[in-house]
């Protein structure tokens, strides 16, 4: 029974994994990866981490996804040229993973149980417990856990900085703005003055 | 047959050697970006799998840690492809060749 749950799982995970590589439009390829991580939460529930399961669903791909999708959306990036300027490398890629693919299995492939000897009910359901968890980043791993507040912090201030529009840049769209109001201004103001004049003798 | 810890990580070394196909076939920047996250996640699985085998929370700490580097990484990555974007108006990553990589 559950290896019948972990085949369909993972087959579900594989196929988003390769949904994603092989789409041509871009919001797709970022659908199947919501796909994917989704699988990937149920194989996080399977393996005795149901905050980190959680966690998968919120941050990746609700998240990070969703500033994809916006992103994508944004730039009308969806059809981008298709794969023009390669010729060899898409096979010679094919083999190199191949081969990583091969090393990786050869390398974790010895067979190791999922509940070895040493491990009883109590510590699994230890492992479960957020409890635990929060428990280990706040006192064995409290260090980590503030750099990773300066990282955060660190990735906010850039990210404003980087798409922070220049001086210059934003002198020619001031420019553009007061263009459009003296070109729009024979059409607008005749319907913007009408309102105005009504509303002045209520006020 | 159950289902052991290999299982989990042979998954694992499958989406990542996916991720990493991905990055080297794709040349948009969005896509590539998208091959990189799945590669981090494989490394999550893995992560939470040897954790489960090993009766140790440290694997779901780390991966609680990669979660936000992955976080901070996607910020900063999708501002700079916006502003790559503003100024070249591609998101193609043969067609950003200033520095000559």
Do not use: C
């Not at chain 1, 529009?165 to 002198?171: D, G, T, V």
């Amino acid at each position: 029974m559950e290896s019948i749950f972990f085949y369909a799982t993972a087959a579900i995970a594989l196929i988003g994994a390769i949904g994603m590589v092989l789409s041509r439009n871009a919001i797709h390829s970022a659908l199947f990866l919501v796909l994917n991580f989704a699988a990937t939460s149920v194989l996080y529930l399977m393996l005795n981490a149901p905050l980190l399961a959680v966690l998968q669903v919120t941050v990746y791909a609700g998240a990070i996804m969703v500033l994809f999708l916006f992103v994508i959306m944004l730039l009308n990036a969806e059809n981008v040229s298709v794969d023009s300027h390669l010729r060899w490398q898409p096979i010679a890629a094919l083999i190199l993973g191949g081969l990583l693919l091969v090393e990786t299995v050869v390398t974790v492939g010895r067979p190791l149980p999922l509940n070895p000897a040493g491990v009883t009910p109590e510590t699994l359901n230890q492992l479960a417990d957020p409890r635990v968890l929060a428990q280990f980043l706040f006192t064995d791993y409290l260090l980590p856990f503030e750099v990773t507040s300066l990282l955060l912090l660190v990735a906010m201030v850039g990210a404003v900085v980087l798409t922070k529009a220049r001086p210059a840049q934003k002198r020619d769209q001031r420019r553009v703005r007061f263009a459009d109001q003296v070109e729009g201004s024979e059409g607008a103001s005749a319907v913007m003055s009408e309102p105005q004049g009504e509303n002045r003798p209520v006020a | 047959m159950a289902v052991s810890v290999t299982n989990y990580t042979v998954l694992s070394a499958m989406l990542f050697t996916i991720g990493i196909i991905g990055v080297l076939t794709r040349r948009n920047a969005i896509i590539v970006f998208m091959s990189i996250e799945l590669m981090l996640n494989a490394g999550n699985l893995a992560f939470i799998a040897f954790s489960r085998a090993f009766g140790s929370v440290d694997g779901q700490i780390f991966v609680f840690f990669v979660l936000t580097v992955a976080a901070a990484e996607v910020a900063i990555g999708l501002a700079l492809i916006v502003t790559i974007f503003r100024s070249k108006n591609t998101a193609d990553i043969d067609d950003i060749s200033t520095m000559r990589g």
